[in-house]
Nanobody, 132 residues
Framework: QVQLVESGGGSVQAGGSLRLSCAASRYINSMYVLGWFRQAPGKEREGVAALCTGADVTYYADSVKGRFTISQDNAGNTLTLQMNSLKPEDTAVYYC?????????????????????????WGQGTQVTVSS
């Protein structure tokens, strides 16, 4: 069991930056997939970025590629999402998620890594609001 707690959300103007953090209740070893997801009002939850621990392979949605960066700290307890060049359409509640993996990172594809249904541990979410 892993508890996840997000922080770092807030309000920012378009073009600005925010850094989200996700603290895990215990060490996340090299056999996990960690992800950031978001859900805007009236929309389905969508994958933003994911990281396959152990191999540090990353996956990004096309809408955030080149603007967002996912990373894990060396201690293995914190997942971060650096968000630059924010746009109003990035406004949403952002969630971090985790799942244990029993497969190699080499076979993990982006569409699978960014599918919410593949994850079983979730944080409570943090609001990000980007104004124009």
């Amino acid at each position: 069991q892993v508890q996840l707690v997000e922080s770092g959300g807030g309000s920012v103007q378009a073009g600005g930056s925010l850094r989200l953090s996700c603290a895990a209740s215990r060490y996340i070893n090299s056999m996990y997939v960690l992800g950031w997801f978001r859900q805007a009002p009236g929309k389905e939850r969508e994958g933003v970025a994911a990281l396959c621990t152990g191999a540090d392979v990353t996956y990004y949605a096309d809408s955030v590629k080149g603007r967002f960066t996912i990373s894990q700290d060396n201690a293995g307890n914190t997942l971060t999402l650096q968000m630059n060049s924010l746009k109003p359409e990035d406004t949403a509640v952002y969630y971090c998620a985790a799942r244990f993996r029993d497969f190699s990172c080499q076979i993990l594809r982006t569409n699978y890594a960014l599918t919410p249904q593949q994850y079983n541990f979730w944080g409570q979410g943090t609001q990000v609001t980007v104004s124009s």
